[in-house]
Every structure is written in C-alpha cells, then in structure tokens.
Nanobody, 129 residues
C-alpha cells in the first residue's frame, strides 16, 4: 500500500520560510518522479514544483521560481520543498504526488495532475500579511 505523508506546514508571517517534507512508503521511491501541488480555497489544484527520480532535473511554476527549492533524498524516501519569502498568495493546502518515471517523457508531464499515480493528504500552509 503506497502512502505519501506530508508534514511541515503551518501558520507564518509574510517573508518567513517553511520546509515541507513528504515521506513515501510502499513504493520503490527511486523509480518515481515527485511533485508538489497546491490548492487554495475556491481554486483548482496547481503545479508548484517537480523533480525527476534521480533528482537531476527540477521544475518550478513561474510564481515560485527563485523562492522555492525542491529536493529529494532517495535513501530516506523523502522529498522536500523549501519555501522562502512566503507571501499571502502562497496560502494553500500543499500536496505531494508520485508518478512512475515511465510517464515523464516530456517536461510538461511534471505539471500535469493526471500524470501522477499517488497523492498525499496535504498539509496546510497559511501566510499572514
């Protein structure tokens, strides 16, 4: 049974930093691309960042480029999202997702929700201005 468990969310002021973690189990982690998505109230779930199975390639939404950094530790079956210079617009539930690497023939695949096989339950990030 595959499980993705996010942690690290919280309530912070604008300008602060948070580090999200997503611990995976029940799958061969190094065979999966990983992604972070977010969903704000009343909005659709949107791509935030993705990372290839080896960690050698990373992708970001324009809205977070330069502020967020995705990384992974295949020995710990964990993917991270370091979020700096947070703004109120970053307030959302953040989800991690895992997708079999065979699905990622193009970089656009990382941005598409249906490409991912498994999803976590999400962690709330609230940024006050």
């Amino acid at each position: 049974q595959v499980q993705l468990v996010e942690s690290g969310g919280g309530l912070v002021q604008a300008g602060a930093s948070l580090r999200l973690s997503c611990a995976a189990s029940g799958l061969t982690f190094s065979m999966y691309a990983m992604g972070w998505f977010r969903q704000a109230p009343g909005k659709e779930r949107e791509f935030v960042s993705g990372i290839s199975w080896s960690g050698g390639s990373t992708y970001y939404a324009d809205s977070v480029k330069g502020r967020f950094t995705i990384s992974r530790d295949n020995a710990k079956n964990t993917v991270y999202l370091q979020m700096n210079s947070l703004t109120a617009d970053d307030t959302a539930v953040y989800y991690c997702a895992a997708g079999e690497r065979s699905r990622y023939a193009s970089t656009n695949a990382y941005r598409n929700l249906p490409t991912y096989n498994y999803w976590g339950q999400g962690t709330q990030v609230t940024v006050t201005s």
